[in-house]
């Protein structure tokens, strides 16, 4: 049982390219969550998902995009990395309702944009 | 709006000594739930503790407590003889009846010394 893992752990990206990432649970969770974490702010919440195939703004979606095929993965795209999205980002998840309704997360992605 | 205040950004103290770190929250939910995670050096997010909104008693894990008090709408978290090993990033965070969201206070970053 490994949780929620994420892929890749480093990546340094030019200002204008895209990527994705990749985050993964083998919890059966429903809900799943991006968060980006920035000196001084706290976590900050990217987009969310509620179930397989759905998807919702956070706090801070522009510049990002995700995609919630299937149930185990949550994906988070940039389409055209700037600067402003150097950050650590974590993934989360959680099924709610139950006797451990929390949020576990990821081990996080340090993301910088040259 | 839902808001997380912790004040303190550095607590620095020596081994063995009690430390309390403050959460302060804002919302206007009746039903709502407050966490703490830690953040040591190596960068996961580490879940501590989950309370609801009508569990005002306090709790005690080992070294750590906790003391909610919904009259002054704060959630502090008290660690007795602390160790090095303690020394980590601590955030608290508040999500509301219905909502899916969490939000983080920014942090308190601890160090104890030898």
């Known amino acids: 049982n490994a949780g929620v893992t994420q892929t890749p752990k480093f990546r340094v990206l030019k200002t204008g390219q895209s990527m994705t990432l990749l985050c993964a649970q083998d919890?059966?969770?429903?809900?799943m969550y991006w968060y980006r974490q920035d000196p001084g702010m706290g976590l900050r919440l990217i987009h969310y998902s509620v179930g397989e195939g759905t998807t919702a703004k956070g706090e801070v979606p522009d510049g990002y995009n995700v995609s919630r095929l299937k149930k185990q993965n949550f994906l988070l795209g940039l389409e055209s990395a700037a600067p402003s999205q150097t950050s650590v980002y974590f993934c989360?998840?959680?099924?709610?309702?139950?006797?451990?309704?929390?949020?576990?997360f990821g081990p996080g992605t340090r993301l910088t944009v040259l | 709006a839902q808001k997380v205040t912790q004040a303190q950004t550095e607590i620095s103290v020596v081994e063995k000594e009690d430390v309390t770190l403050d959460c302060v929250y804002e919302?206007?939910?009746?039903?709502?739930?407050l966490f703490w995670y830690k953040q040591p050096p190596s960068g996961e997010l580490v879940f501590l503790i989950r309370r609801n909104s009508f569990d005002e008693q306090n709790e005690i894990s080992g070294r750590y407590s906790w003391n909610f008090q919904k009259s002054t709408s704060s959630f502090n978290f008290t660690i007795t003889a602390s160790q090095v090993v303690d020394s980590a990033v601590y955030f608290c965070?508040?999500?509301?009846?219905?909502?899916?969201?969490?939000?983080f206070g920014t942090g308190t970053r601890l160090q104890v010394f030898p």
């Open positions: 919890m059966n969770h429903e809900y």
């Open positions: 919302t206007r939910d009746t039903t709502y739930y």
């Open positions: 989360a998840s959680r099924n709610p309702g139950t006797y451990t309704d929390t949020q576990y």
């Open positions: 965070a508040l999500s509301g009846d219905n909502t899916d969201k969490l939000i």
